[in-house]
């Protein structure tokens, strides 16, 4: 069974910056996909970034490119996304997650393994 847990989520004004960890349980890390996704009160989730195994290939959501910054660390199981530049719109609760493949990809169902969530709250 794989265990996600996130953490690094706060209360931050709007223009300041935070950084999400997660860490994930298993001797397999490096051999899938990771993604971070969130989800805003009242909206649907939504895909933010994901990373490649190697960490060699990422995509992110056009509203977070240029101000986020996914990574990940294969030797300690973490994949972190560095967030800049934070609006009020970025509030949500923050998920990591699994592929169940080694896909790299925005889509949400091939994720199989979800955190708990961490919240972020950017205030104006």
């Known amino acids: 069974q794989v265990q996600l847990v996130e953490s690094g989520g706060g209360l931050v004004q709007a223009g300041g910056s935070l950084r999400l960890s997660c860490a994930a349980s298993g001797r397999t890390f490096s051999s899938y996909g990771m993604g971070w996704f969130r989800q805003a009160p009242g909206k649907e989730r939504e895909s933010v970034a994901v990373?490649?195994?190697?960490?060699?290939?990422?995509y992110y959501a056009d509203s977070v490119k240029g101000r986020f910054t996914i990574s990940r660390d294969n030797a300690k199981n973490t994949v972190n996304l560095q967030m800049n530049f934070l609006k009020p719109e970025d509030t949500a609760v923050y998920y990591c997650?699994?592929?169940?493949?080694?896909?790299?990809?925005?889509?949400?169902?091939?994720?199989?393994?979800w955190g708990q969530g961490t919240q972020v709250t950017v205030s104006s």
């Open positions: 997650a699994r592929s169940s493949s080694g896909l790299t990809t925005m889509t949400q169902s091939v994720y199989d393994y």
């Open positions: 990373i490649s195994r190697s960490g060699l290939t990422t």
